[in-house]
């Protein structure tokens, strides 16, 4: 049996779960291999079991494909093949935009596509224009800057070095329909364009931005409202969350999380006498220091947990706090010792000398964010991720 000393604080291991497929039981998957950490003596009670979303969308077998979302787009929207759709403030991204903006592009073969994009950066900070252009061209960023104005030395992604604006630019023309891009943050700034309706398609402040348009635009809906219900593959979260998958496909984010997450935990207690907290999780909220890209593409960290989970927070003490305090007071090692196991046992007080530093952060999005980071890409093969040690 190996068990973890005691002197090992919060700790995560990424398990393998062999290939997971359409109609695979994810829960059962998810439940032999966690039999497998009991038997070693490394699953115990209130440890936090995490699953990534695209292995349970995908036992769901949850795909559609352009020719679903172009359909779908014009029975929500009412639109016909020949109008021209805008498309408001969408994240420069292969794996979770260009897909989804080649289904919309369908949905108006002979008609037009009119993108407007913020800048400098998109919602998730991916550079789209240069710093201060609206102030080198004598406009604010809210004015329209066309691609003309633009130029042709536009950023590019700084890992990748794609061109989004040609990648986005050539999706659409695939498609048929005709390709109007150009920059602004003012969201009315589409009505000028006199689209036919128009998909707000940026991710945080989807419903913000929605509020801003529906006065002027009544045919206004965001990626949320599309492939939403049933019948055939759906998610609460639309297009919200979704992945490229392959060929012409996007997986979806998965349906019904909190429900497969209380079936494992239910499956875990009975079968194995382990009481656990169980997360589906997408994106972890990452900001990157070297591009300054956040990376939460998904709608929020966590698609689906337990209930144990709901509403608690990442919180402490700060102990180097404590120490310096009592040793400068000529406290002894020990004392400090006795102290801080004391104070481990007491209420937090948020306004308390001993917690600045240590803000409160949600559970689920602290969980969410480790266990992506651990569980790596895909290529990984540790789609399942346990951490002890931090409830």
């Not at 536009?154 to 604006?165: A, E, L, Q, S």
């Not at 609460?236 to 997450?261: C, F, Q, V």
Request: aromatic share 6%; with cysteine.
């Amino acid at each position: 049996m190996i068990r973890l000393p005691e002197y090992i604080g919060v700790s995560a291991f990424g398990i393998k779960i062999g290939v997971v497929v359409p109609g695979s039981d994810i829960v059962r998957m998810t439940y032999d291999a966690l039999a497998k950490c009991y038997n070693d003596g490394l699953l115990t009670s209130g440890d936090t079991v995490c699953i990534t979303e695209s292995v349970v969308a995908k036992a769901q077998d949850n795909y559609v494909t352009i020719s679903d979302i172009a359909e779908e787009t014009r029975r929500k929207l009412g639109i016909k093949p020949s109008d021209k759709l805008g498309i408001l403030f969408p994240i420069l991204s292969r794996n979770r935009f260009w897909l989804v903006l080649k289904g919309l592009a369908k949905a108006v073969p002979q008609g037009e596509v009119v993108v407007q994009l913020s800048h400098p950066t998109d919602e998730v900070g991916n550079p789209v224009l240069r710093q201060n252009l609206a102030k080198e061209l004598g406009k604010t960023d809210n004015d329209i800057i066309t691609l003309e104005e633009a130029g042709p030395n536009r950023p590019k992604h700084p890992v990748t070095g794609v061109d989004y604006i040609k990648l986005y630019s050539s999706a659409i023309i695939e498609q048929g329909a005709g390709a109007t891009i150009y920059f602004s943050n003012d969201p009315l700034k589409i009505i000028e364009f006199n689209a036919d309706a128009i998909i707000v398609a940026n991710v945080h402040n989807r419903n913000e931005t929605k509020t801003i348009l529906e006065p002027v635009a009544p045919k206004c809906i965001t990626l949320e409202s599309l492939c939403n219900t049933p019948p055939g593959p759906w998610s609460e979260w639309g297009l919200l969350g979704s992945n490229m998958s392959s060929g012409d496909r996007l997986k979806l984010a998965p349906r019904n999380s909190d429900e497969i997450a209380g079936h494992l935990q239910n499956k875990v207690s009975e079968g194995l006498g382990v009481n656990i907290e169980v997360l589906i999780f997408g994106d972890g909220a990452y900001h990157d220091p070297s591009t300054g890209i956040y990376e939460l593409a998904d709608p929020k960290p966590t698609f689906g947990m337990t209930s144990g989970l709901t509403g608690k927070y990442r919180e402490g003490l700060k102990y180097k706090y404590i120490v310096d305090e009592m040793w400068y007071r000529g406290a002894e090692i020990s004392s400090i010792e006795d102290a801080l196991k004391a104070k481990a046992n007491e209420p937090i007080d948020r306004q308390g000398e001993a917690t600045e530093g240590t803000t409160p952060r949600k559970i689920e999005d602290v969980i969410a964010s480790l266990a992506d980071l651990v569980s790596g890409s895909a290529d990984a093969g540790t789609p399942i991720v346990l951490i002890k040690g931090m409830l």
